[in-house]
C-alpha cells in the first residue's frame, strides 16, 4: 500500500531563530489525515530540527547531498553524514538544483546510489519545462529523466524511492498544473514504472505532485487518484497553510 506524503521544502529560507519559530508553529497544528509529515530545513538547521522535532512525527530531511561519502568536495555534505545524524530522506533533483547548479540525470543516478547505499529514502524531483509541454514533449521529457536516474535500479531499491513530479513552469509561479494534468502525468509515470517493473510494483510507488499547491487546491489535486501527496515551496512557510495541506486528504 502506498503511502500518503506531504513534504515541505523550506529552500534557502529560514535562520536558526525563524526554523524555531516554525518548527513550534508546527507542532501546535493538528493532523487530520493520514498522510505522512516532512520538513526539509536549510543544512544549517537539521539538527536543531531534528531535536526540537523528536517527541513529534514530522520527519525532518534533507534538501539535496553529495554522492561521495568524504573527501575533497568543499561546502558538499554526503549521505553518510546526513544518515550520522538521523537523516533518513533526501530531496534528490530539485528543478533549482538541475537548473542553478547543472544537476543533470547522469548525476542524480550518482546520488540515488548513494542514498540508497547509506539507507536514506530519496525524493527524486522532475519535470518538464513550459516549451516541453507546449510542444507536447512533456511525456517524453519525463519518462527520461525517470529512465536515465533510476532504471538501473533492481526493483527492490524503490521500497526507498518517492517520485516527486513538478512541472518546471508550476513552481513558485503560482500557476498549478490542472488536477486533470497532474492525474494524466501521474498516471503515465505509473506506468513507465509499470512497463519496466510490472504493476504491483508501479502500484507501490508514491508519486507526489509539486508546483504551486495551496490551501485552496490541495483537495482537488490529492483527490485524483495517481496522486499520492505533494512536495510543498511557499505554501510550507506558514505552519496553518501548510496543515491545511496536510490535512486536505
Ligand atoms: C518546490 O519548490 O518544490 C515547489 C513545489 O515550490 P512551490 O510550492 O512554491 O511552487
Request: proline content about 2%; hydrophobic content about 40%; charged content about 25%.
Amino acid at each position: 500500500m502506498r503511502k500518503n506524503i506531504v513534504a515541505g521544502n523550506w529552500k534557502m529560507n529560514n535562520e536558526l531563530s525563524q526554523t524555531e519559530t516554525l518548527i513550534s508553529d508546527l507542532k501546535k497544528q493538528t493532523k487530520t489525515s493520514n498522510a505522512e509529515v516532512m520538513i526539509a530545513p536549510t543544512f544549517t538547521n537539521l539538527w536543531h530540527a531534528l531535536e526540537a522535532t523528536r517527541d513529534h512525527d514530522i520527519e525532518v530531511i534533507a534538501q539535496n547531498m553529495h554522492f561521495a561519502d568524504s573527501g575533497a568536495y568543499t561546502g558538499e555534505v554526503s549521505a553518510a553524514m546526513l544518515k550520522s545524524i538521523g537523516v533518513q530522506t533526501v530531496i534528490l533533483g530539485h528543478s533549482e538544483r538541475r537548473a542553478y547548479f547543472n544537476e543533470t540525470d547522469e548525476l542524480l543516478a550518482k546520488k540515488v546510489d548513494a542514498a540508497l547505499k547509506n539507507g536514506i529514502r530519496s525524493i527524486f524531483c522532475f519535470g518538464e519545462e513550459l516549451a516541453d509541454r507546449k510542444s507536447n514533449k512533456h511525456e517524453h521529457v519525463v519518462e527520461s529523466q525517470i529512465k536515465n536516474a533510476l532504471f538501473h535500479l533492481d526493483a527492490n531499491a524503490f521500497q526507498n524511492i518517492i517520485l516527486a513530479y513538478e512541472p518546471v513552469w508550476a513552481i513558485g509561479t503560482g500557476e498549478t498544473a490542472s488536477p486533470e494534468q497532474a492525474q494524466d502525468m501521474h498516471a503515465f509515470i505509473r506506468k513507465t514504472l509499470a512497463d519496466k517493473y510490472g504493476h504491483d510494483l508501479a502500484e507501490s510507488v508514491s508519486i507526489l505532485y509539486g508546483g504551486s499547491v495551496k490551501p485552496d487546491n490541495a483537495k482537488e489535486i490529492f483527490s485524483k487518484p495517481d496522486v499520492d501527496g505533494g512536495l510543498i515551496g511557499g505554501a510550507s512557510l506558514k505552519a496553518a497553510d501548510f496543515y491545511a495541506i496536510v490535512n486536505a486528504f
